[in-house]
Protein backbone atom coordinates (compact mmCIF):
# COMPACT_ATOMS: atom_id res chain seq x y z
CA UNK A 1 0.00 0.00 0.00
CA UNK A 2 1.46 3.51 -1.14
CA UNK A 3 1.24 6.09 1.63
CA UNK A 4 1.98 8.81 -0.49
CA UNK A 5 -1.15 8.40 -3.17
CA UNK A 6 -4.81 9.59 -2.33
CA UNK A 7 -6.23 6.82 -0.31
CA UNK A 8 -9.82 5.91 -1.21
CA UNK A 9 -12.72 4.65 1.06
CA UNK A 10 -15.97 2.73 -0.21
CA UNK A 11 -19.35 3.35 0.58
CA UNK A 12 -22.07 1.12 -0.34
CA UNK A 13 -20.02 1.06 -3.52
CA UNK A 14 -19.07 4.65 -4.02
CA UNK A 15 -15.34 5.81 -3.90
CA UNK A 16 -15.03 8.29 -0.98
CA UNK A 17 -11.57 9.75 -0.46
CA UNK A 18 -10.48 8.48 2.83
CA UNK A 19 -10.25 12.61 4.93
CA UNK A 20 -14.32 12.44 3.65
CA UNK A 21 -15.30 9.05 5.45
CA UNK A 22 -17.00 10.34 8.61
CA UNK A 23 -19.61 8.62 11.12
CA UNK A 24 -21.40 11.71 12.77
CA UNK A 25 -21.26 11.46 16.97
CA UNK A 26 -25.21 11.44 16.97
CA UNK A 27 -25.17 8.05 15.21
CA UNK A 28 -27.41 5.83 16.85
CA UNK A 29 -26.35 2.93 15.80
CA UNK A 30 -22.82 3.47 16.73
CA UNK A 31 -23.86 4.15 19.30
CA UNK A 32 -25.88 1.30 20.23
CA UNK A 33 -23.27 -0.89 18.67
CA UNK A 34 -25.84 -1.89 15.72
CA UNK A 35 -23.07 -2.76 13.59
CA UNK A 36 -21.22 -6.03 12.15
CA UNK A 37 -17.90 -5.72 10.93
CA UNK A 38 -15.04 -8.53 8.88
CA UNK A 39 -11.77 -8.30 8.26
CA UNK A 40 -9.75 -9.78 5.27
CA UNK A 41 -6.19 -10.00 3.79
CA UNK A 42 -5.02 -8.99 0.74
CA UNK A 43 -1.55 -10.54 -0.48
CA UNK A 44 0.20 -9.47 -3.65
CA UNK A 45 -2.22 -7.97 -4.69
CA UNK A 46 -4.85 -10.82 -4.18
CA UNK A 47 -7.96 -10.95 -1.65
CA UNK A 48 -7.81 -14.05 0.38
CA UNK A 49 -11.12 -15.74 -0.23
CA UNK A 50 -13.25 -12.67 -0.49
CA UNK A 51 -16.08 -14.65 -1.24
CA UNK A 52 -16.35 -16.00 2.33
CA UNK A 53 -15.28 -12.90 3.60
CA UNK A 54 -18.94 -11.16 2.27
CA UNK A 55 -20.90 -14.19 3.28
CA UNK A 56 -19.65 -13.97 6.87
CA UNK A 57 -20.18 -9.99 6.98
CA UNK A 58 -23.96 -10.49 5.89
CA UNK A 59 -24.64 -13.76 8.09
CA UNK A 60 -23.81 -11.69 11.26
CA UNK A 61 -26.09 -8.91 9.87
CA UNK A 62 -28.74 -11.68 9.53
CA UNK A 63 -27.80 -12.96 13.07
CA UNK A 64 -28.58 -9.36 14.26
CA UNK A 65 -31.68 -8.88 12.17
CA UNK A 66 -30.20 -5.79 10.44
CA UNK A 67 -31.77 -4.66 7.22
CA UNK A 68 -29.89 -4.31 3.85
CA UNK A 69 -29.61 -4.36 0.19
CA UNK A 70 -26.35 -5.86 0.18
CA UNK A 71 -25.59 -9.29 -1.84
CA UNK A 72 -21.87 -10.94 -2.17
CA UNK A 73 -21.50 -10.06 -5.62
CA UNK A 74 -21.96 -6.07 -4.80
CA UNK A 75 -19.30 -6.65 -2.35
CA UNK A 76 -17.10 -8.53 -3.98
CA UNK A 77 -17.11 -5.84 -6.84
CA UNK A 78 -16.40 -2.99 -4.16
CA UNK A 79 -13.48 -5.49 -3.10
CA UNK A 80 -11.76 -5.61 -6.49
CA UNK A 81 -12.27 -1.47 -6.68
CA UNK A 82 -10.80 -0.87 -3.20
CA UNK A 83 -7.94 -3.32 -4.10
CA UNK A 84 -7.44 -1.51 -7.57
CA UNK A 85 -7.57 2.53 -6.81
CA UNK A 86 -5.71 2.26 -3.30
CA UNK A 87 -2.84 -0.26 -5.43
CA UNK A 88 -2.81 -2.67 -2.65
CA UNK A 89 -0.28 -5.22 -2.34
CA UNK A 90 0.21 -6.29 0.70
CA UNK A 91 -3.02 -4.63 2.96
CA UNK A 92 -5.78 -6.27 5.38
CA UNK A 93 -9.33 -4.74 4.37
CA UNK A 94 -11.84 -3.50 7.12
CA UNK A 95 -15.22 -4.05 6.14
CA UNK A 96 -18.19 -2.11 8.65
CA UNK A 97 -21.96 -2.56 7.98
CA UNK A 98 -23.74 0.28 10.38
CA UNK A 99 -27.43 -0.59 10.48
CA UNK A 100 -30.35 1.57 9.36
CA UNK A 101 -31.39 3.82 11.58
CA UNK A 102 -35.00 4.54 10.03
CA UNK A 103 -37.28 2.70 7.61
CA UNK A 104 -36.31 5.64 5.15
CA UNK A 105 -32.09 4.96 5.75
CA UNK A 106 -30.46 1.81 4.03
CA UNK A 107 -27.76 0.71 6.07
CA UNK A 108 -24.36 2.04 5.19
CA UNK A 109 -21.30 -0.57 4.50
CA UNK A 110 -17.66 1.22 4.43
CA UNK A 111 -14.28 -0.34 3.52
CA UNK A 112 -11.20 0.83 3.62
CA UNK A 113 -7.57 -0.53 3.67
CA UNK A 114 -4.88 -0.86 6.83
CA UNK A 115 -1.44 -2.10 7.12
CA UNK A 116 -0.81 -5.83 7.62
CA UNK A 117 0.41 -7.35 10.76
CA UNK A 118 3.48 -8.76 10.22
CA UNK A 119 4.66 -11.68 13.40
CA UNK A 120 8.66 -12.55 13.60
CA UNK A 121 9.86 -16.05 12.53
CA UNK A 122 10.70 -16.88 16.25
CA UNK A 123 6.86 -16.71 17.01
CA UNK A 124 6.29 -18.85 15.38
CA UNK A 125 9.19 -21.30 15.99
CA UNK A 126 9.13 -20.82 19.59
CA UNK A 127 5.77 -19.83 20.59
CA UNK A 128 4.08 -16.97 21.91
CA UNK A 129 2.18 -16.30 25.73
CA UNK A 130 -1.23 -16.27 25.98
CA UNK A 131 -3.46 -15.45 29.41
CA UNK A 132 -6.81 -16.38 30.39
CA UNK A 133 -9.83 -13.53 30.69
CA UNK A 134 -13.32 -14.47 32.11
CA UNK A 135 -16.02 -13.19 29.29
CA UNK A 136 -17.64 -14.21 26.54
CA UNK A 137 -19.33 -12.39 23.43
CA UNK A 138 -23.17 -12.03 22.86
CA UNK A 139 -24.15 -13.69 19.68
CA UNK A 140 -20.90 -15.41 19.30
CA UNK A 141 -21.31 -16.54 15.63
CA UNK A 142 -21.71 -13.17 14.89
CA UNK A 143 -18.84 -10.34 13.86
CA UNK A 144 -20.61 -7.59 16.00
CA UNK A 145 -18.98 -4.42 17.14
CA UNK A 146 -19.99 -5.07 20.60
CA UNK A 147 -16.65 -5.40 21.15
CA UNK A 148 -15.60 -4.19 25.05
CA UNK A 149 -14.91 -7.94 26.42
CA UNK A 150 -12.65 -8.73 23.30
CA UNK A 151 -11.04 -4.73 24.04
CA UNK A 152 -10.62 -5.74 28.09
CA UNK A 153 -9.39 -8.91 27.19
CA UNK A 154 -6.93 -7.95 24.58
CA UNK A 155 -5.71 -5.04 26.42
CA UNK A 156 -5.13 -7.28 29.43
CA UNK A 157 -3.33 -9.59 27.53
CA UNK A 158 -1.02 -6.75 25.62
CA UNK A 159 -0.10 -5.34 29.54
CA UNK A 160 0.94 -8.64 30.17
CA UNK A 161 2.92 -9.34 27.54
CA UNK A 162 0.63 -11.78 25.59
CA UNK A 163 -0.29 -12.20 21.71
CA UNK A 164 -3.82 -12.58 23.04
CA UNK A 165 -6.60 -13.35 25.84
CA UNK A 166 -7.86 -17.34 26.18
CA UNK A 167 -12.05 -16.25 26.93
CA UNK A 168 -13.21 -18.36 29.54
CA UNK A 169 -17.33 -18.34 29.38
CA UNK A 170 -19.69 -19.12 32.85
CA UNK A 171 -19.33 -22.77 32.56
CA UNK A 172 -15.50 -22.72 32.18
CA UNK A 173 -15.06 -23.56 29.03
CA UNK A 174 -12.24 -21.92 26.67
CA UNK A 175 -13.92 -20.55 23.63
CA UNK A 176 -11.75 -18.49 21.98
CA UNK A 177 -9.10 -15.77 21.97
CA UNK A 178 -10.34 -12.36 21.84
CA UNK A 179 -9.13 -11.82 18.09
CA UNK A 180 -8.58 -15.41 17.11
CA UNK A 181 -9.76 -19.10 17.55
CA UNK A 182 -8.46 -21.28 19.88
CA UNK A 183 -7.49 -25.10 19.75
CA UNK A 184 -5.90 -27.70 22.39
CA UNK A 185 -4.37 -31.03 21.25
CA UNK A 186 -4.39 -33.87 23.64
CA UNK A 187 -3.16 -37.91 22.86
CA UNK A 188 -2.94 -36.88 18.97
CA UNK A 189 -6.58 -35.43 18.84
CA UNK A 190 -6.92 -31.52 18.17
CA UNK A 191 -9.82 -30.20 20.71
CA UNK A 192 -11.45 -26.73 19.54
CA UNK A 193 -15.32 -24.77 20.49
CA UNK A 194 -17.68 -26.01 18.20
CA UNK A 195 -19.59 -23.16 15.43
CA UNK A 196 -22.45 -22.81 17.92
CA UNK A 197 -19.94 -20.99 20.16
CA UNK A 198 -17.84 -19.28 18.54
CA UNK A 199 -17.36 -17.42 15.03
CA UNK A 200 -15.93 -19.77 11.87
CA UNK A 201 -12.74 -17.88 11.08
CA UNK A 202 -11.68 -18.67 7.55
CA UNK A 203 -8.72 -19.98 8.84
CA UNK A 204 -10.27 -21.78 11.54
CA UNK A 205 -12.54 -23.66 8.49
CA UNK A 206 -8.98 -24.77 6.56
CA UNK A 207 -7.29 -25.71 9.49
CA UNK A 208 -9.94 -28.43 10.44
CA UNK A 209 -10.83 -29.15 7.06
CA UNK A 210 -6.78 -29.86 6.60
CA UNK A 211 -6.43 -31.69 9.81
CA UNK A 212 -9.43 -34.31 9.36
CA UNK A 213 -8.52 -34.90 5.14
CA UNK A 214 -4.39 -36.11 6.86
CA UNK A 215 -6.22 -38.33 9.54
CA UNK A 216 -5.92 -36.04 12.78
CA UNK A 217 -8.80 -36.39 14.29
CA UNK A 218 -11.06 -33.09 15.22
CA UNK A 219 -13.22 -33.09 18.43
CA UNK A 220 -15.33 -29.89 18.42
CA UNK A 221 -15.70 -29.72 22.18
CA UNK A 222 -14.30 -26.34 23.52
CA UNK A 223 -11.59 -27.60 26.22
CA UNK A 224 -12.21 -26.76 30.16
CA UNK A 225 -9.70 -24.01 31.98
CA UNK A 226 -9.50 -26.56 34.80
CA UNK A 227 -8.15 -29.15 32.58
CA UNK A 228 -5.73 -26.87 30.89
CA UNK A 229 -2.53 -28.50 31.98
CA UNK A 230 -3.86 -31.62 30.49
CA UNK A 231 -3.38 -30.92 26.97
CA UNK A 232 0.21 -31.32 25.01
CA UNK A 233 -0.34 -28.34 22.53
CA UNK A 234 -1.93 -25.17 22.17
CA UNK A 235 -2.55 -22.83 19.24
CA UNK A 236 -4.05 -19.99 17.87
CA UNK A 237 -5.50 -19.43 14.32
CA UNK A 238 -6.36 -16.06 12.60
CA UNK A 239 -6.37 -14.28 9.28
CA UNK A 240 -3.04 -11.92 10.06
CA UNK A 241 -1.38 -14.61 12.17
CA UNK A 242 -2.21 -18.22 10.07
CA UNK A 243 -1.33 -21.09 12.72
CA UNK A 244 0.36 -19.78 15.51
CA UNK A 245 1.99 -22.12 18.33
CA UNK A 246 1.13 -21.22 22.25
CA UNK A 247 4.04 -22.05 24.47
CA UNK A 248 2.62 -20.36 27.57
CA UNK A 249 -0.69 -19.35 29.51
CA UNK A 250 -1.18 -17.41 32.52
CA UNK A 251 2.76 -17.94 33.33
CA UNK A 252 1.76 -21.37 34.88
CA UNK A 253 0.93 -24.13 31.78
CA UNK A 254 3.70 -24.13 29.84
CA UNK A 255 4.70 -26.29 26.55
CA UNK A 256 7.45 -27.23 24.10
CA UNK A 257 6.12 -25.28 20.92
CA UNK A 258 5.36 -26.17 18.34
CA UNK A 259 4.51 -29.34 19.21
CA UNK A 260 3.94 -32.49 16.62
CA UNK A 261 0.69 -31.94 15.71
CA UNK A 262 0.76 -28.25 15.72
CA UNK A 263 3.99 -28.27 13.45
CA UNK A 264 2.36 -30.66 10.96
CA UNK A 265 -1.33 -28.40 10.31
CA UNK A 266 1.86 -25.24 10.31
CA UNK A 267 2.84 -27.41 7.67
CA UNK A 268 -0.32 -28.43 5.88
CA UNK A 269 -1.60 -24.83 5.97
CA UNK A 270 2.10 -22.95 4.39
CA UNK A 271 1.39 -25.77 1.58
CA UNK A 272 -2.13 -24.78 1.16
CA UNK A 273 -1.73 -21.08 1.55
CA UNK A 274 1.19 -21.26 -0.71
CA UNK A 275 -1.02 -23.26 -2.95
CA UNK A 276 -4.14 -21.15 -3.27
CA UNK A 277 -2.80 -17.53 -2.67
CA UNK A 278 0.65 -17.47 -4.54
CA UNK A 279 -0.02 -20.31 -7.24
CA UNK A 280 -2.75 -18.94 -8.45
CA UNK A 281 -1.53 -15.86 -8.74
CA UNK A 282 1.61 -17.10 -11.09
CA UNK A 283 -1.01 -18.78 -13.00
CA UNK A 284 -2.81 -15.72 -13.29
CA UNK A 285 0.14 -14.29 -14.32
CA UNK A 286 1.39 -16.86 -16.74
Not at 85 to 111: C, V
Not at 177 to 196: D, M, S
Request: charged share 30%; glycine share 6%.
Amino acid sequence: MDNKREQYVILNGQLILKKDANISVFSRSMFFDFAVYDSMKVVKGRAFFPRFHAERLLESARLINMRHNLTVEKIESAIDLLIEKNHLENAMIRFLLLGPENDQEEAKLYMFSVGLTFYNDSAYRQGVKAITFHGERHIPQAKSKDLLINYLGFREATENGALDALLIDHDGQIREGTRTNFFAVREGKIYTAPLTQVLEGITRKIVVDLARNNDIEVIEKAPLFDELDSFEEFFFTSTSMNVMPISDIDGTIKKHAPGPITKKIMDLYKEYYNENIFGKIETKED
